[in-house]
């Protein structure tokens, strides 16, 4: 079942996201992991959401991936990266049973 990490982050040093992103991203794919959401500022339809948040989501094969990529030593050259330049909250969660993609 696909397992998703969802990211709401907010830029402190926008000098320093490439950096952080030419780590993250490579680490994303050798896990299986890829791109659905990539920086976008959400449209808050209901309730408020900060101007200055940004969200992300990638999809993974499943929730054993996630974890794998999230501790691996690839993603934590990333987090170093990212360190002082941006908040960052992070969750993994779960996809619907059945639901996957039959591509």
Do not use: N
Not at 56 to 61: A, D, H, I, Q, Y
Not at 69 to 95: N, Q, T
């Amino acid at each position: 079942m696909s397992a998703y990490v969802m990211v709401d982050v907010e830029v402190f040093d926008a000098g320093r996201v490439p950096g952080y992103q030419a780590l993250a991203e490579p680490s994303i794919r050798l896990y299986g992991g890829r791109y659905l959401v990539r920086g976008a500022k959400p449209e808050a339809v209901e309730g408020t959401w900060p101007a200055s948040r940004h969200v992300v989501v990638l999809e993974f094969p499943d929730m054993e991936q996630v974890r794998r990529w999230y501790s691996s030593p690839e993603y934590a050259e990333a987090i170093e990266a990212r360190k002082g330049a941006m908040d960052i909250r992070l969750l993994f969660v779960e996809g619907v049973p059945g639901q996957e993609d039959p591509a």
